[in-house]
Structure formats: structure tokens, C-alpha cells
């Protein structure tokens, strides 16, 4: 069956400028994790959805980042006024309802550039 | 200091070789012990876990536990070209997952 999607794949965008991020999780799956990672630095955590709702956001780096879910399905990462700093790949993962935290299947990710 | 630590690499061996790869962590509460695979380009896979201390064997692939030394190995046998990847190891103990760098394998023929 399909896998994660996310869209675009990669996105260029100049600093001070608003990004919207998306995610198509796989079909049925009721978690959702955004992460970042860029060299160096690993995946970062940055929110999980438990449905539309968002119980742990401890991740998002500053305000200018936020997220949503809709549907207990697509969700979007917004990072309103972009810094070259948040210049990383941004991958989502999901979990079928009964599977354990670790059993996350990833989407190939946005390649972000910020210039 | 990152609760979990990895090294980066580049760790590079000819076919056939025994790989070792290895993380230290900090925080006692985590319970699972993960190792992601990561190709080029694409998303991370699970590829093993552990829950608590002890040793895991899938195939080629061995996971090792020790939690008095907070040590996470991974182990490949008969190393494959097809088994160049990043390496992640990741522990957890309650819905996150805090992951290391990554090491980057290559595995020449």
C-alpha cells in the first residue's frame, strides 16, 4: 500500500518568508511525529499528534513553528518567517493505532532551504 | 550533552566484514533501544529493537544492550554493499523517540 507522503520535496524559499509543510500519513495510522534533521544534529523531535490533538509540542524550537492536524489525517508544519538556521530536511512519521512509539514509518521528507 | 550520542563517522569496511556500530545514552528512563536504517534521500526504517538489557539477533543483524553501561551496539555480519546506509540508534520509554546523529556505513565491493 501507499507509504507517507510529504509534500513539496523540496522547497527553496527566501528568509522572512512563510512555509507550509504537509504530511499524508498512511491511511488508518492515529500518531503523527514531525521531525527535523539537519548535519550534525541527528532527528530532532519536534511534535506528535495523537489524533488532531498534539499532547507533547515540547519540540518546536520557537514560535514561529507550529502545526496541525486535521481529519486525524493530513497534518501541516508551518515556520512563519523562515531563518537560514531552520534550513533542514523535515521528515513525518506515523503509527498504527496498538503499534509502540518506536514502530514509525517515515516519509522521505521536505528539503528546506532558506536563503 | 545529547541523551544520546553517536559517532558519525564515516565508517568504511570491504564486503564481508563484521561491523560494529555503537552509542552511549544518558537517560536512565529509557526502556526501548531502536536501530534505524536510513538509504540516501529517504525516510528512516525501523530495522531492530530491544526493550531493556540483552542481546537481539535478526538474520545478519545482532542488537546489544548493556544498561549499566548505558551502551547500544549494533552488529552486521557478512556486511553487503546493499547494507550502505546511516545508521541510527534511538532509545525511548513513553511515545518519543530521541535519536542519535547517525553513523554513515559504506560497504565496498
Known amino acids: 500500500g501507499a507509504g507517507v507522503s510529504q509534500s513539496p520535496s523540496n522547497k527553496v524559499t527566501e528568509k522572512g518568508k512563510d512555509v507550509e509543510l504537509r504530511c499524508d500519513p498512511i491511511?488508518?495510522?492515529?500518531?503523527l511525529y514531525w521531525y527535523r534533521q539537519s548535519l550534525g544534529q541527528g532527528l530532532e523531535f519536534l511534535i506528535y499528534?495523537?489524533?488532531?490533538?498534539?499532547?507533547?509540542k515540547s519540540g518546536l524550537p520557537s514560535d514561529r513553528f507550529s502545526a496541525e492536524r486535521t481529519g486525524g489525517s493530513v497534518s501541516t508544519l508551518t515556520i512563519q518567517r523562515t531563518q537560514q538556521e531552520d534550513s533542514a530536511v523535515y521528515l513525518c512519521a506515523s503509527i498504527s493505532a496498538g503499534a509502540l512509539f518506536y514502530e514509525q514509518y517515515f516519509g522521505p521528507g521536505t528539503r528546506l532551504t532558506v536563503t | 550533552q545529547k541523551e544520546v550520542e553517536q559517532d558519525p563517522g564515516p565508517l568504511s569496511v570491504p564486503e564481508g566484514a563484521i561491523v560494529s556500530l555503537n552509542c552511549t545514552y544518558s537517560n536512565s528512563a529509557f526502556q526501548y533501544f531502536m536501530w534505524y536504517r536510513q538509504y540516501s534521500r529517504k525516510g528512516p526504517e525501523l530495522l531492530m529493537y530491544t526493550y531493556s538489557s540483552g542481546n537481539k539477533e535478526d538474520g545478519r543483524f545482532t542488537a546489544q544492550v548493556d544498561k549499566s553501561s548505558k551502551y547500544i551496539s549494533l552488529f552486521i555480519r557478512d556486511s553487503q554493499p546493499s547494507d550502505s546506509a546511516t545508521y541510527l540508534c534511538?532509545?525511548?520509554?513513553?511515545?518519543?523517540?530521541?535519536f542519535g546523529t547517525g553513523t554513515k556505513l559504506q560497504v565496498i565491493p
Open positions: 491511511s488508518g495510522h492515529t500518531a
Open positions: 534511538a532509545a525511548g520509554g513513553y511515545q518519543k523517540v530521541t
Open positions: 499528534f495523537q489524533g488532531n490533538s498534539a499532547p507533547d
